[in-house]
């Protein structure tokens, strides 16, 4: 059966879990508890940053950004999972699947690139403290943020409307829990290997450049934070540094071992628990990596939880 033109396609069909019959309501369950921990800990880290007068600083106020791009990033998929969990026709049509897809990328880029401005922030901060409040300033964080927000919509424009400009035949059902390109473009007909070239470029692009610079940066960071004199400061200095670094090996890592794995080794039941990986757990994992392993957030939840029961 072939459609051969896009009037014709009504959408397709996400297999997700669908595999493990019985357990998807376990699964349900699993996953409505990581997206309610999720949207939690985000919210209260975003709470606390407004609130709290001494986290007003440029790193908290990337970190608040984090935080709002870390709970759409996980809507745009979580919601439409739990729904196929409990249904038993897992249907997405192609609006909902170009729209689920465009704010997948617009968030996933724009998470890059505030990991980026952190890692800046970390780097100026550590390496330059005399200078950290000149350089960053409030104009200069303000613009920073609206260049990393801006960044996701060119990327998620482009990557969807060109995947979606192909016309789409043989089985209309996607081997994944979500809108991702690799599922999608295997239903494509046509010659798309100028659409894979672009795509591994922009994926390249996206994930190892932004990778690299913060690599580059906590190269920097290390070597000042060695020639420190004190035991203490040298603690002091890479305790600021130790969530973000958690936070981007597990995003990086995870995003890099889906979208760079050489397609011999592809497989669907691989490639959705890699997606599971940095799509819900490391959102999950996020506000309490803050929370646990940073001090001032650590103090400001005293401070907070004091007024509350005082």
Not at 61 to 77: D, I, K, M, P
Not at 115 to 142: E, G, H, Q, S, T
């Amino acid at each position: 059966m072939a459609w051969p033109n896009q009037t014709a396609f009504n959408g397709f069909i996400l297999l997700g879990f669908s595999n493990l019959g019985q357990l998807q309501g376990l699964l349900f369950v699993v996953f409505m508890l990581i997206y309610m921990l999720t949207l939690t800990g985000n919210f209260f880290i975003i709470l606390l940053t407004s609130m709290d007068p001494t986290l007003c600083s440029p790193m908290y106020f990337f970190l608040q950004n984090l935080s709002f791009a870390e709970v759409g990033f996980v809507s745009t998929t979580i919601p439409k999972v739990l729904v196929d969990l409990l249904s038993e026709q897992k249907t997405i049509s192609l609006l909902e699947c170009r729209t689920q897809m465009f704010f997948f990328f617009f968030f996933g880029t724009t998470e890059c690139f505030l990991l980026i401005a952190m890692a800046y922030d970390r780097f100026v901060a550590i390496c330059n403290p005399l200078r950290y409040m000149v350089i960053m300033n409030r104009k200069f964080c303000l613009l920073v943020t609206m260049a990393t927000w801006s960044s996701g919509f060119p990327v998620g424009t482009a990557q969807t409307m060109w995947l979606f400009s192909f016309p789409f035949c043989g089985s209309r059902t996607v081997s994944h829990f979500h809108c991702d390109t690799p599922p999608i473009l295997q239903l494509a007909c046509g010659d798309t290997s100028r659409f894979e070239l672009f795509s591994l470029i922009g994926t390249f692009i996206i994930i190892i450049c932004p990778f690299t610079l913060i690599l580059i940066s906590y190269i920097y960071i290390l070597d000042t934070i060695l020639k420190m004199p004190s035991a203490e400061g040298r603690h002091k200095a890479f305790s600021t540094c130790s969530s973000h670094i958690i936070v981007v090996t597990l995003f990086y890592g995870t995003a890099s071992l889906t979208y760079f794995r050489p397609r011999s080794n592809y497989s669907p039941e691989t490639k959705q628990l890699l997606s599971l990986s940095y799509v819900i757990i490391t959102p999950m994992l996020n506000p309490i990596i803050y929370s646990l392993r940073n001090k001032e957030v650590k103090n400001a939840i005293s401070r907070l939880l004091s007024k509350r029961l005082c």
